[in-house]
């Protein structure tokens, strides 16, 4: 039996949520108008059936029932994204780095992908790709 999903979403524990909204629309990205968030939340649309809610530290880890990793310290996850071009891919870190983030390590390019990333606003990995198919 094959799972489907509408609406694929993750959660990520932010400092502060407006300060994280405006990094991410920065970006690019937009508000989901169908979740009107709060001061504890707010939902990016990061794809075509994909968003990221960021949700207030203090009131994730109620939810969660754990403390979230330190991300000064620990990496719990890299979100992985793929765009069209390499000039999207750098255009994005550029942004990100603009907006406050930081780099995560130097471009590389493998042949039939391009890869380059950044570290958010509260030190959550992002892994920004393109894959050019014509190269296999």
Not at 10 to 37: H, I, K, M, W, Y
């Amino acid at each position: 039996m094959a799972l489907t999903s509408a609406f694929t979403s993750f959660n990520l524990p932010v400092l502060d949520v407006a300060r994280s909204q405006a990094f991410f629309t920065g970006l690019g990205f937009e508000r989901n108008p169908q979740f009107p968030g709060n001061e504890n939340s707010a939902a990016i649309v990061i794809g075509d059936n994909l968003q990221v809610m960021l949700i207030k530290q203090a009131f994730f880890n109620t939810l969660t029932e754990k403390e979230s990793v330190d991300t000064s310290k620990y990496a719990q996850m890299t979100i992985a994204l793929a765009f069209e071009s390499r000039d999207k891919v750098d255009e994005i870190v550029n942004t990100a780095v603009s907006l406050g983030g930081q780099l995560h390590a130097e471009p590389e390019y493998h042949g039939s992908m391009y890869h380059w990333g950044f570290v958010d606003l509260d030190g959550h990995l992002w892994a920004i790709n393109c894959m050019n198919m014509e190269a296999h």
